[in-house]
């Protein structure tokens, strides 16, 4: 297991090596395990950059993000122009029905609502915007719609871990709670997890995954 001290060096050096980030703008401590991320990024992307970075170091178990965007004077916009750029870029996004997603945006803080069918829809949407010229943060509001058929579901998201785990999809259990997926059972790696995971969330209408999947070895 890292230390305190381990771990604040690996955060750091992963920030140096995004580049994308200022790393030398950004703050680091560590403490049982919980990283804190403090000082002044140019951008929303970049303040995205930074916390993905950190949370890509194995061992940190949270993340505290306390880093101000500050606007360069030559990115600042009003909100109505923020929200003209916003619109404009999801119109342009395939992944996305056309006005499925509602745009709000105050002092450059964009919020997305609506609804649709997919999470990465949902995702698409986000990662549309964040990195638009003048925004200072995005808030995802943005609903997935239930399933039709909850049976469905859970049979789809079966049938994806056999494609998928193939040798682990015997040993995961799937349930259908409402909108909520709740996996269990045992996997060989965290890669076949996370793939049961991904599958579930494929599923239309699914809102929340618990994954209680056990990795062994």
């Given at each position: 297991?890292?230390?305190?001290?381990?771990?604040?060096?690996?955060?750091?050096e992963e920030l140096?090596?995004?580049?994308?980030v200022n790393a030398?703008?950004?703050?680091?401590?560590?403490?049982?395990?919980?990283?804190?991320?403090?000082?002044?990024?140019?951008?929303?992307?970049?303040?995205?950059?930074?916390?993905?970075?950190?949370?890509?170091?194995?061992?940190?178990?949270?993340?505290?993000?306390?880093?101000?965007?500050?606007?360069?004077?030559?990115?600042?916009?009003?909100?109505?122009?923020?929200?003209?750029?916003?619109?404009?870029?999801?119109?342009?996004?395939?992944?996305?029905?056309?006005?499925?997603?509602?745009?709000?945006?105050?002092?450059?803080?964009?919020?997305?609502?609506?609804?649709?069918?997919?999470?990465?829809?949902?995702?698409?949407?986000?990662?549309?915007?964040?990195?638009?010229?003048?925004?200072?943060?995005?808030?995802?509001?943005?609903?997935?719609?239930?399933?039709?058929?909850?049976?469905?579901?859970?049979?789809?998201?079966?049938?994806?871990?056999?494609?998928?785990?193939?040798?682990?999809?015997?040993?995961?259990?799937?349930?259908?709670?409402?909108?909520?997926?709740?996996?269990?059972?045992?996997?060989?790696?965290?890669?076949?997890?996370?793939?049961?995971?991904?599958?579930?969330?494929?599923?239309?209408?699914?809102?929340?995954?618990?994954?209680?999947?056990?990795?062994?070895?």
């Amino acid at each position: 297991m890292k230390t305190d001290s381990q771990l604040q060096h690996d955060v750091m050096e992963e920030l140096g090596w995004e580049a994308s980030v200022n790393a030398a703008q950004i703050g680091v401590s560590v403490k049982d395990g919980i990283a804190s991320l403090s000082g002044d990024v140019g951008s929303f992307g970049e303040k995205w950059d930074a916390e993905s970075a950190a949370q890509r170091v194995g061992g940190v178990k949270g993340l505290a993000v306390d880093i101000r965007v500050t606007l360069p004077g030559s990115d600042k916009r009003n909100d109505a122009d923020i929200a003209q750029a916003v619109e404009n870029v999801l119109q342009w996004t395939s992944l996305l029905p056309l006005d499925s997603v509602k745009v709000l945006v105050e002092n450059g803080w964009v919020t997305l609502a609506g609804e649709v069918d997919w999470d990465y829809q949902r995702r698409s949407a986000t990662r549309a915007v964040r990195y638009l010229m003048g925004v200072t943060g995005v808030s995802d509001q943005i609903a997935l719609k239930p399933a039709v058929s909850l049976s469905v579901v859970k049979d789809d998201i079966e049938a994806a871990l056999r494609r998928r785990a193939k040798d682990d999809a015997k040993d995961i259990t799937v349930q259908v709670s409402g909108t909520d997926v709740i996996l269990s059972g045992t996997s060989h790696s965290w890669a076949e997890s996370e793939l049961a995971r991904n599958a579930a969330w494929s599923a239309p209408g699914v809102r929340q995954v618990v994954n209680n999947i056990t990795v062994t070895h």
